[in-house]
């Protein structure tokens, strides 16, 4: 009998939905403050979670939610890359 991997779940900063990993994009923060998108998922810095919805990253940029969660402000162009992201990921 062989055992399934446990998934990691991590809570979307957005909805407070705990979903697995996979299925979110990862936002850092790092030591000299830039914030970028964490396509690896295992970079050093403050991390927060966004499911990958475009509806989510709308309500992330308008609510500021990154910039609570990074404690830094968040540019415009993150929000564009993130959905960016989502149009492209088929899932």
């Known amino acids: 009998m062989t ?3 446990k998934q990691p779940l991590r809570k979307c900063v957005v909805t407070q939905d705990m979903i697995p990993k ?7 923060r790092n030591k000299e ?3 970028f998108v964490d396509d690896t998922g295992k970079k050093n810095g403050r991390g ?8 989510v990253i709308e309500q992330a940029e ?3 939610v990154l910039n609570r969660h ?6 415009d162009s993150i929000y564009e890359e993130l959905r960016a992201k989502v149009k492209a990921d088929p899932s």
């Open 3 to 5: 055992r399934s991997k």
């Open 22 to 28: 996979q299925q979110l994009i990862r936002v850092v």
């Open 33 to 35: 403050g830039e914030v």
């Open 48 to 55: 927060a979670y966004l499911m990958k919805d475009l509806q």
């Open 62 to 64: 308008k609510q500021q």
């Open 70 to 75: 990074l404690k830094t402000k968040v540019d």
